[in-house]
């Protein structure tokens, strides 16, 4: 029996399908270019992209264009600001 929504979001998942992101979420994502990127992290062109080949912050190819999901990025800051706290404390 199908108890899912008509209307509701159906989840996003990567590649290897391990990560669930709940389409509600995604739906309201604010994306950010490469530019709005560098600005934000206050980081250069180069230190993105090897940030994003590296996989080690979020980041989808949009046609030609590269966008990352701002809210992600924010979170995966703030995990590793808390990590660094927890361990020099």
Do not use: C, Q
């Amino acid at each position: 029996m199908n108890t899912s929504k008509k209307n509701e979001p159906k989840p996003f998942f990567n590649e290897s399908k391990t990560t669930l992101i709940d389409g509600n979420i995604a739906k309201d994502e604010e994306w950010l270019t490469t530019e709005d990127v560098m600005k934000h992290l206050n980081l250069s062109k180069s230190s993105v992209y090897r940030l994003r080949v590296k996989k080690l912050i979020p980041a989808y190819k949009l046609g030609g264009t590269v966008v990352y999901p701002k809210s992600l990025i924010n979170k995966m800051l703030l995990n590793k600001a808390l990590i660094n706290l927890n361990s020099n404390g």
